[in-house]
């Protein structure tokens, strides 16, 4: 167990690979009640979201959910989010753990008469079960991706979401904290493998999806991120114009997936010999090498371009990739 | 699957605090980590060995493994000259956590001071410091 943002929580049960494989292959559970929830409601409730979060809510509709940035006045990334259109005025945002006070304060100092914003995150568990046969052993159906619905799984009501952290098919499991117990044995019941952080370390970076803290931050903007599809700059919010500049001008750094090419584990903090550095590293299970995503100058931020990695005064080759780093065959 | 040993601290090696051990073989030594060291640091994904050739100065680092989770440098027990560094380690370093005294091992080194061996733990002086930590 390690202390998270308050939160203890295991790094893993079995151990990360077997837990990785198993969530690539099969199904794992992860328990991610650490994650926040703010609810925003009332007539005004679009409005205030519109102005602070990147990406156009207008685009979905209750049942739907977004993935979208709360920015800074600087075009920064305070945090990157979930937001769930519960009906037409009320939303959920699912924030991670280590900003959800700040994010709350953020909002509420700029809630609207009517747009109450709320922090609901002690009274929800959240259970993410993630892997090619997660939807079967849960029994349930098939769905969208973004996408969720009111549900009830071993007796336990939760609202089921078409969302996850892994690159695989799964759910997100929203349900009341005091019966988060009962819905963890019965995920469990079902056959789903219980995984730790360590693994849902390496299955995200594989899929390449960014962790705030590491990747993205109040100083790192979404456009040299890879994340300019979450912003909808034709809209007025909190850094817009910053990012119609960046967008405008071109990022300086771009954010790039990289595979080494020779053995050796990147991790992050480690230098670039062209520029830049590591923000997330690791050994991906299912290639059996080290990758990882790391800020280079924009000028060589192409997939086949070399790195140079500093790994402790050793210096190891890398070649910048696609992204996702790794996606299973179907 | 890597299928991790049962944990032991065989005789017939000596011991140092920092999770090596070596066993002495005239005037070489081969030396490795512990159980309890790849069980700290899960299944290891790289091995970084010193070059054969190269001096290991007995408590000194001589190298890395490494885990998803973590790395670690590895302590020479004893003071020598590299004779051998295990390949197969290299290609495949979950053999450490499958046989740590054995297939697992990770240098071969020719001892520049035999006489250092009895500065390094029995079995039993080993498995009372895990006891105590």
């Known amino acids: 167990m390690v202390p998270f943002a308050g939160w203890e929580l295991p790094v893993q049960y079995e151990g990360v690979i077997p837990e990785h494989r198993a969530v690539r292959e099969d199904c794992g559970a992860f328990d991610v009640s650490h994650m926040g929830e703010i609810e925003v409601e009332g007539p005004r409730a679009i409005e205030l979201l519109q102005s602070l979060l990147s990406n156009d809510l207008e685009r979905i509709a209750p049942g739907q959910a977004q993935y979208t940035l709360l920015t800074n006045e600087r075009g920064g990334i305070l945090d990157d989010l979930i937001v769930y259109r519960l009906d037409l005025l009320r939303f959920l945002l699912v924030v991670n753990a280590a900003n959800a006070e700040a994010d709350y304060a953020w909002l509420k100092e700029r809630e609207l008469r009517g747009s109450d914003v709320r922090d609901v995150s002690g009274e929800y568990a959240l259970i993410a079960v993630q892997g090619p046969r997660a939807i079967d052993r849960l029994g349930l159906p098939d769905a969208p991706a973004f996408t969720f619905a009111e549900g009830e799984l071993g007796g336990v009501a939760c609202m089921v979401n078409r969302t996850g952290y892994t690159g695989e098919r799964g759910v997100e499991l929203l349900a009341m904290a005091d019966e988060a117990a009962a819905l963890w044995r019965h995920v469990l019941g079902r056959g789903a493998v219980p995984c730790g952080l360590g693994a849902r370390d390496t299955l995200r970076l594989e899929a390449c999806y960014l962790l705030h803290g590491n990747d993205i931050g109040p100083d790192t903007d979404p456009i040299s991120a890879g994340l300019g599809w979450t912003c909808e700059l034709s809209k007025e919010f909190t850094g817009v114009e910053e990012l119609r500049r960046i967008r405008k001008e071109g990022p300086a750094w771009r954010l790039v997936p990289f595979v080494m090419d020779e053995k050796a584990v990147p991790r992050q903090g480690m230098a670039i010999a062209e520029g830049g550095e590591v923000t997330s590293g690791s050994h991906s299970p299912m290639l059996d090498r080290g990758v990882g995503l790391a800020y280079v100058p924009a000028s060589i931020a192409t997939s086949g371009t070399g790195l140079t990695i500093d790994v402790r005064g050793r210096p190891r080759h890398a070649t910048i990739v696609d992204r996702p780093i790794y996606r299973r065959e179907e | ?133």
């Open chain 2, 1 to 133: 699957m890597t299928v991790a040993a049962a944990e032991s601290y065989p005789d017939d090696l000596r011991y140092h605090p920092e999770h090596d051990w070596a066993r002495i073989e005239g005037d070489e030594a081969t030396l490795g980590i512990t159980w309890y060291a790849q069980d700290s640091l899960g299944e290891l994904v790289h091995y970084e060995p010193p070059d054969e050739g190269a001096t290991l100065v007995k408590d000194g680092t001589y190298g890395e493994v490494e885990s998803v989770k973590a790395v670690s440098e590895l302590v020479a027990p004893l003071s020598g000259e590299v004779v051998a560094v295990n390949r197969k380690v290299v290609g495949e370093p979950e053999t450490v956590n499958e046989d740590p005294y054995g297939e697992g091992w990770l240098v071969r080194i020719r001892l520049s001071d035999p006489s250092e061996v009895g500065l390094l733990l029995d079995a039993e002086a080993y498995a009372t410091l895990l006891a105590e930590q």
